[in-house]
């Protein structure tokens, strides 16, 4: 098994930058594929992005593509989600996902879950 653990999440206005990193533990960081999703008050978790167990492949939701930039670092198990340009509408509760093989975009399918980190946008 793996144990995920996000951070780094807070209060920021809308246009700023936020990156939390998700640190994991536990077995081999690298056969994980990696991901973020989120959930807002009242609404389903959602998919955000996923990276590849190697880092080489991502694939992100429209609604971030070109704001939201994911990477990881094998060396100390831990994968970063880079936002920018943040929006009101991104405030949510940003969840850190693994699975073996490739990460599942539907929350369901997901093995793995961080406890989450609060994301708050102000305009």
């Known amino acids: 098994q793996v144990q995920l653990v996000e951070s780094g999440g807070g209060l920021v206005q809308a246009g700023g930058p936020l990156r939390p990193p998700c640190a994991a533990s536990g077995r081999t960081f690298s056969r994980y594929a990696m991901g973020w999703f989120r959930q807002a008050p009242g609404k389903e978790r959602q998919f955000v992005v996923r990276i590849s167990r190697s880092g080489i492949s991502t694939y992100y939701a429209d609604s971030v593509k070109g704001r939201f930039t994911v990477s990881r670092d094998n060396a100390k198990n831990t994968v970063y989600l880079q936002m920018n340009s943040l929006k009101p509408e991104d405030t949510a509760v940003y969840y850190c996902?693994?699975?073996?093989?490739?990460?599942?975009?539907?929350?369901?399918?997901?093995?793995?879950w961080g406890q989450g980190t609060q994301v708050t946008v102000s305009s």
């Open positions: 996902a693994a699975d073996e093989g490739v990460l599942a975009t539907t929350p369901r399918e997901v093995d793995y």
